[in-house]
């Protein structure tokens, strides 16, 4: 199987700025998460959807947002973009079985704000 | 709230000698404990997960990792360290089902 993929892989944007990165997770995984990986700040959750829904997110102001197609496909976007908000961007996709759920990265999106 | 802690940000060790990475846990209830490796300019590779039974899990690329509940650890181990197992070593704790929270990282340095 292929894993999960991340599109682009590199980005410089300006402040003020918007941007949307993309997500396709492994044949078969419905669940996607986004992690935000900073030198400072270290690995932190974003958020998460299932079946085009959030069903969980972590503390970050509303510029930061995301959807999921019917095709497990997962976008994040960030709005008004910020220095701080440069960062390696991770998805993770997962499928359970039973009681077990890993999550498989993808290679990241690393985008520089200037 | 379930978390870990790395104490060490960086391990120096020499080819062919064993080698740990530390991790300690606070959960509530049974843990979930992962382990990823991520090396420069790349994801999050998954390593090993402990869910529950034996207390010593193998995982990927000789890697294992050995549970200990008494003393709250859960700390990667390799017998022979290789060069090119030179990365940095996260642990990880599911905070709800597919929201991780990770250790600070290791930084593993492989000397040859």
């Known amino acids: 199987k292929a894993g999960v993929t991340q599109t682009p892989r590199y980005l410089i944007k300006t402040r003020g700025q918007q941007v949307t990165l993309s997500c396709s997770p492994i044949?078969?995984?419905?669940?996607v998460s986004w992690y935000q990986q900073t030198p400072g700040q270290g690995l932190q959750f974003l958020f998460e959807y299932f079946s085009e829904t959030q069903r969980n997110k972590g503390n970050f102001p509303g510029r930061f947002s995301g959807r999921q197609f019917s095709n497990s496909r997962s976008e994040m976007n960030v709005s008004t973009l910020e220095l701080g908000d440069s960062a390696l961007y991770l998805c993770?996709?997962?499928?359970?079985?039973?009681?077990?759920?890993?999550?498989?990265f993808g290679p990241g999106t690393r985008l520089l704000v200037l | 709230a379930q978390s870990v802690a790395q104490p060490e940000d960086q391990v120096n060790v020499a080819e062919g000698n064993p080698l740990t990475v530390k991790c300690t846990y606070s959960?509530?209830?049974?843990?979930?404990l992962f382990w990823y490796v991520q090396y420069p300019n790349r994801g999050l590779q998954f390593l090993l997960k402990?869910?529950?039974?034996?207390?010593l899990v193998k995982g990927s690329y000789g890697f294992e990792a050995e549970f200990n509940k008494s003393q709250t650890s859960f700390h990667l181990k390799k017998p022979s360290a290789l060069v090119s197992d030179s990365a940095l070593y996260f642990c990880?704790?599911?905070?709800?089902?597919?929201?991780?929270?990770f250790g600070s990282g290791t930084q593993l340095t492989v000397l040859p």
């Open positions: 959960v509530s209830g049974n843990p979930y």
């Open positions: 402990y869910i529950t039974g034996d207390n």
């Open positions: 990880a704790v599911p905070r709800q089902p597919r929201q991780l929270t």
């Open positions: 993770a996709s997962s499928f359970r079985t039973g009681r077990e759920e890993t999550q498989y």
């Open positions: 044949s078969g995984h419905r669940s």
